[in-house]
Structures are given as C-alpha cells and as structure tokens.
Nanobody, 123 residues
Framework: QVKLVESGGALVQPGGSLKLSCVASGTIFSVLDMAWHRQVPGKQRELVAHITSGGKPTYADFAKGRFTISRDNGAKTVYLQMNNLSPEDTAVYYC?????????????????WGKGTLVTVSS
C-alpha cells in the first residue's frame, strides 16, 4: 500500500521561498508519476505541478517560473521548491502518486488526501 507523507509547510513572508517534501513508501517509487496539488479553504483543490517517472515536469500557469518540482528516487521523495511566494499561494499542499494508470488520491473513490502540509504566506 502506497503511503505519502508531506512536510515542509511553514509561515513565510511574501517574496520568500519554501521547499516542500513528500516521502513515499510501500511501492517502487521510481515507476510513479508524482504531483503536487493545493487547496485553499472553501475553494476547489488544484494541480500545482506534475513530474513523470522519467523526470519530466509540467506546471500550472500560476506556478511557472516560480515553482520547481523535482524528485530523488533514491530517497523516494518528491520536492516542490517555491520561490517568490505571494499571499495567494497560501494553501494546504498535498502530494499524489500515479501507479500505472490511476492516481492514488485524485480519482473517484481514491485514497484520502490526508492533512497535507500548510503553507501560509503573510507579513
């Protein structure tokens, strides 16, 4: 059973940087596509970035040029480096994994999203 644990969220000032981590266990990490999502209370969850098992990243428009998704297969970890943060980036950030054709969380009947990691951007 795949388990994902997010960490790294914190309070940061506007313009600051933060690096989130998501450690996976229970599966062969290198074959997984990984993704970061975020959710502001009262709003719909949205995709932030996605990285394929081969290391190809894609980003939501709001993340392009500011965020970088990366992975360390040896550490079974996916990262999200966030720079030039603004108050609009305040949200709970979650990671997800795709094994084969199905995402672990982001699908009907998927696994719970869990607590994620809270990023607060405020002065």
């Amino acid at each position: 059973q795949v388990k994902l644990v997010e960490s790294g969220g914190a309070l940061v000032q506007p313009g600051g940087s933060l690096k989130l981590s998501c450690v996976a266990s229970g599966t062969i990490f290198s074959v997984l596509d990984m993704a970061w999502h975020r959710q502001v209370p009262g709003k719909q969850r949205e995709l932030v970035a996605h990285i394929t098992s081969g290391g190809k990243p894609t980003y939501a428009d709001f993340a392009k040029g500011r965020f970088t998704i990366s992975r360390d297969n040896g550490a079974k970890t996916v990262y999200l480096q966030m720079n030039n943060l603004s108050p609009e980036d305040t949200a709970v950030y979650y990671c997800d994994a795709k094994y084969g054709s199905a995402w672990l969380k982001n699908r009907d009947g998927g696994a719970p999203w869990g607590k994620g990691t809270l990023v607060t951007v405020s002065s």
